[in-house]
């Protein structure tokens, strides 16, 4: 009898993290397709990204209308301590969103990595392209250890300010190890 006593409330707590829009931690893709994905901060072209909207409650074609800013933040670091590296709001005049099928949900970031996770999964996502340089402008790769973990975590709201969704993906800078940034990109802080 004691058993059943946390049954219920433990299982009304998994079902409302599956049910609560932006609960799982796994609907954006930095470029849809790739894994690792691979960053390069000089590049001066543009960043894809999509939200998987399969899960989530809303369409992608609603989330296009309805989205008005969306919030980036770059976090580096291990488990629990994460330092932010950039944070940053774009308006939707800034972000071509577009509602296209290019990824899929999974259950757990890692996922991404296996073959069978890649590509889309027949439910419309929500994307959209960042300038390369204006997130990553201000970043050296050489300065981040090869132990640290990269978060690209990304929030979408609505005209009011509503959050609309909430999830990240992990990226890593490119050229590995570099010592310090080629001859073409902008001078760090």
């Known amino acids: 009898m004691k058993g059943r ?10 079902a409302l993290l599956f049910v609560i829009p932006g609960a799982s931690a796994c609907d954006v893709d930095v470029k849809p397709g790739s894994w690792p994905n691979s960053i390069n901060v000089c590049n001066n072209g543009v960043l894809p990204v999509a939200y998987a909207c399969s899960y989530d409650g809303y369409t ?8 008005y ?10 488990s629990d301590c994460w330092n932010n590296e950039f944070c940053g709001d774009f308006p939707r ?3 071509k969103l577009n509602v296209e099928d290019v990824t899929r949900h999974v259950s757990y970031v890692w996922y991404r990595g296996n073959c069978s996770y890649i590509g889309p999964d027949g439910c419309p996502d929500l994307t959209m392209k960042f300038r390369t340089q204006d997130i990553f402008d201000d970043i050296n790769p050489a300065d981040y250890e090869s132990d640290k973990t990269i978060k690209f975590e990304m929030w979408g709201y609505d005209r ?3 959050e609309l969704f909430h ?15 080629p001859a073409n990109c902008k001078k760090s802080k």
């Open 160 to 162: 009011k300010g509503q």
């Open 69 to 78: 800013t969306v919030k980036v933040a770059i976090k580096v670091g291990k």
């Open 5 to 14: 006593k946390f049954a219920v409330p433990l299982a009304l707590l998994l």
């Open 93 to 95: 005049e800034y972000l």
């Open 167 to 181: 999830s990240f993906d992990y990226i890593r800078f490119v050229p590995a190890n570099c010592k310090e940034k």
């Open 60 to 67: 992608a074609e609603y989330l296009k209308d309805h989205t």
